[in-house]
Nanobody
Framework: QVQLVESGGGSVQAGGSLRLSCAAAGNISIIYNMGWYRRQDPGKQRELVAYINNNSTETYADSVKGRFSISRDRNKNTVLLQMNSLKPSDTAFYYC??????????????????WGQGTFVAVSS
């Protein structure tokens, strides 16, 4: 079964940097797109932070442009989010997302979205 495993969250002071990593594991045929989302309040929906598609085209939320950078390693099935010049407003749970053609636990192959468990980033002023 396909899983996304995140790492790299933590606490940092404003102006600092963190790097998030997400690795896709399992029986995978193709990873189409990968991205990072965040939820800043429990009652709100997750919002897009950065996204990289199968053509390596990058998309960023306006709030992180110029500060965050997304990249992927196709050989390792990973996506990274380098976060620089962090602000207290970046404090949130960050979630990795990927559209994958992978094998389900029952053996069938399907193309769908997968989500990581989330990693918390806290930025203090």
């Amino acid at each position: 079964q396909v899983q996304l495993v995140e790492s790299g969250g933590g606490s940092v002071q404003a102006g600092g940097s963190l790097r998030l990593s997400c690795a896709a594991a399992g029986n995978i045929s193709i990873i189409y797109n990968m991205g990072w989302y965040r939820r800043q309040d429990p009652g709100k929906q997750r919002e897009l932070v950065a996204y990289i598609n199968n053509n390596s085209t990058e998309t960023y939320a306006d709030s992180v442009k110029g500060r965050f950078s997304i990249s992927r390693d196709r050989n390792k099935n990973t996506v990274l989010l380098q976060m620089n010049s962090l602000k207290p407003s970046d404090t949130a749970f960050y979630y990795c997302e990927a559209e994958i053609l992978g094998q389900e636990s029952g053996g069938a192959w399907s193309r769908r979205d997968y989500w990581g468990q989330g990693t918390f980033v806290a930025v203090s002023s």
